[in-house]
């Protein structure tokens, strides 16, 4: 009979879920059998391929005791040996597969403490509340997965966990299918990927950015993503005089993101922190160099004067200084931003992750 893994996880389609579609890969060739579980309401249960199962959990987001009801029934039937959680389900697989007593139990940390309150609307009570939740129940796992040095570090230091519980696992993403632009075909402009939320420093970057338009007054600033900031960012960028250089997308679909990216000749993360900063990898993918602030991700990310520079909201003219840097030898950044990509984050690299895990796993 084949061993079972189970991992819980949003649809196929975004990177998160292809990075653990791929690792699935790996155990079915190595003779396993996976189990997904997504995000449902009730959707039927399939077998989309041999040795490779989807079922859905009864609520959209697993935190009811409906969800935990199924989970429980779902294990005492399979019987894995190995559980991976992520993002909402977290609680419930933690949770069930410790009460189930599965010998190994993996949660995969995306998010730090401190982007948690930045964007938080919770009282500190709820939020302490929470915090203590959230340090039992990652607790209650064998392993804890974080996407960087520094996620790692924020989980240590903030819930209290012990560093030799805790391994780095760089998100992996696919190569990309859109050619490569040279810096000539490319449009004169920079971007900037994200939810407007607070914590990603669309606000500090768009006082930034009107220094930059004394040098470059003919360059736009491309704001990709949508959420409850944005009539304050436009008012803002008319009040600063920058209207017409910054272009609002809106929201656009993950796998436009890339076109973006491949078009523009500099990517930007402004974030107040970041625990991983996916489109950092994206933009790297697309040979498009890096302006960041120094998140837990972006240190991990970003080799300076290599493929990108940092930028400090607390220096009007660092955006200024890191553009005009990258933009006289834009050629070798974005070299060594692909290069970057292929060495460090391209999916081909997931046969290391599988062997890792292995490793760390009591089969």
Request: hydrophobic residues 35%; charged residues 25%; proline residues 3%.
């Amino acid at each position: 009979m084949k061993k079972t893994i189970l991992i819980s996880t949003s649809p196929f389609g975004n990177p998160i879920s292809d990075y653990f579609n791929c690792l699935a890969n790996k155990f079915i060739k190595n003779n396993y059998k996976v189990i997904f579980i997504f995000d449902g309401l009730s959707k039927a249960n399939i077998d989309i391929e041999e040795n490779k199962s989807i079922y859905y959990w009864p609520s959209q987001r697993p935190t009811k005791f409906s969800d935990f009801l199924f989970y429980f029934k779902l294990i005492k039937k399979e019987k894995p040996i190995l559980c991976i959680s992520n993002f909402g389900s977290t609680n419930i697989v933690s949770l069930g597969s410790y009460i189930l007593n599965i010998k190994n139990r993996m949660n995969y940390i995306h998010t730090t403490s401190k982007q948690l309150r930045v964007d938080s609307t919770k009282n500190i009570l709820k939020t302490l509340v929470l915090k203590k939740r959230k340090q039992i129940i990652y607790s209650l796992n064998t392993l804890l997965l974080t996407n960087s040095e520094g996620t790692r570090k924020d989980s240590i230091t903030y819930y209290k966990l012990k560093r030799e519980k805790i391994k780095i696992f760089p998100l992996l993403i696919k190569h990309s299918n859109i050619k490569y632009k040279e810096n000539k075909e490319r449009e004169y402009s920079i971007s900037i990927v994200g939810r407007l939320h607070p914590s990603k420093g669309h606000r500090e970057l768009l006082y930034l950015f009107k220094e930059c338009l004394v040098k470059y007054p003919n360059l736009k600033l491309n704001i990709i993503g949508d959420g409850y900031l944005k009539n304050e960012l436009i008012k803002l960028s008319k009040e600063l005089k920058i209207i017409e250089n910054v272009v609002f997308t809106g929201n656009i679909p993950n796998f436009e993101i890339g076109v973006f990216l491949s078009k523009s000749l500099i990517n930007i993360s402004a974030s107040i922190d970041e625990a991983y900063g996916l489109v950092n990898i994206e933009s790297l993918r697309e040979g498009t160099p890096l302006i960041c602030t120094k998140t837990a991700g972006s240190l991990d990310i970003l080799s300076t004067k290599i493929n990108g520079l940092y930028m400090n909201h607390d220096d009007k003219k660092s955006l200024l200084n890191a553009l005009t840097l990258i933009l006289n030898n834009w050629d070798f950044y974005s070299k060594n931003s692909i290069k970057t990509f292929e060495e460090n984050y391209s999916l081909q690299n997931i046969e290391k992750h599988y062997k890792q895990i292995i490793k760390e796993c009591s089969f």
